[in-house]
């Protein structure tokens, strides 16, 4: 990653991700639970699952390179400063 990475940005796609995967977790949950869920809907909520899991940790590794890519950097911004306008 060159020049300044844009935290509040990698920082805001990855609270979303994080939220979506909490998401698709709990209605799998929910249907793996109801013993009346057809197979189809499980497997495509299995498969939602996966993604959102992966657009996690997708999330996460750019977080991870964008702090490596600065050495001795902190990051500039609290989780507070997450959802203001700049």
Known sequence: MEGR???LALLTAHIAAL???ECVTKA???AVMDRNSAPADLRELF???SMARYTVILTRIRLVNANNSQP???LPIA???IGKQI
């Open 5 to 7: 990475p844009d935290w």
């Open 19 to 21: 939220q979506e995967f």
């Open 28 to 30: 799998l949950t929910a």
């Open 47 to 49: 498969t939602a699952e």
């Open 72 to 74: 001795g950097f902190e």
């Open 79 to 81: 989780a507070s400063d």
